[in-house]
């Protein structure tokens, strides 16, 4: 079964740091979410993405955060100056609908910032 | 008005029991409404989903029931297993971001 993959697992980081976060959609979705979750907390939306533009970003997704889709397969998250409040786990997600129905999620980053 | 308010907090089930988690919200736009399952250490995954035009879903032991007037939905997880043991979410959307319920931990007991 199709799914989506994450890398790493786990990131550790010093404030300040540069962290790029990795994701493999499967691989016929064309829609691409990132959304984290703060340790013990609900899963909130970060960004949607589709055909190389932001669709929607919540207020969380600030100038320090940015997506790419460097080639056809991986979908990144980079966060600039990394904060002590960015530790969270962080989710991948795709969809073949546009309306954002049936997003699958990945296994998680799990970023921690010291 | 975004919100998506889900109750319980936490779940005792025994097994076979019937376990029930709801949710309520406010925007009459949403028109999507999923529920996730979630071990520790590991993603979201999709479990059902319903849309408004109809007021119950099933699949297998799971049901979801849609009160549209009420704005509230919940999930029925009939004969309860250990294994069904995890944190699940509900959540709405009306776009393609997915605003998620703040979690249920249900633990089935032998």
């Known amino acids: 079964e199709p799914e989506v993959t994450q890398t790493p697992s786990h990131q550790v980081t010093q404030m300040g740091q540069e962290v790029i976060l990795r994701c493999v959609p499967i691989?016929?979705?064309?829609?691409f979410y990132w959304y984290r979750q703060i340790l013990g907390q609900k899963v909130e939306f970060l960004v949607s993405f589709y055909n190389n533009e932001i669709s929607e970003k919540s207020e969380i997704f600030d100038d320090q955060f940015s997506v790419e889709r460097p080639d056809g397969s991986n979908f990144t998250l980079k966060i600039r100056s990394t904060k002590l409040e960015d530790s969270a786990m962080y989710f991948c997600a795709s969809s073949e609908d546009p309306r954002g129905y049936e997003q699958y999620f990945g296994p998680g980053t799990r970023l921690t910032v010291t | 008005q975004q919100q998506v308010k889900q109750s319980p907090q936490s779940l005792i089930v025994q097994k076979g029991g019937i376990s029930i988690i709801n949710c309520a919200y406010e925007?009459?736009?949403?028109?999507?409404f999923p529920w996730y399952q979630q071990f520790p250490g590991k993603g979201p995954a999709l479990l059902i989903a319903?849309?408004?035009?109809?007021s119950e879903k099933k699949e297998g032991r799971f049901t979801i029931s849609f009160n549209k007037s009420a704005k509230q939905f919940s999930l029925h997880i009939m004969d309860s297993q250990p294994g069904d043991s995890a944190t699940y979410f509900c959540a709405a959307s009306n776009t393609d971001k997915l605003i998620f319920g703040t979690g249920t931990r249900l633990q089935v007991f032998p």
């Open positions: 319903i849309r408004p035009d109809v």
């Open positions: 925007n009459t736009a949403f028109d999507y």
């Open positions: 691989s016929n979705h064309l829609y």
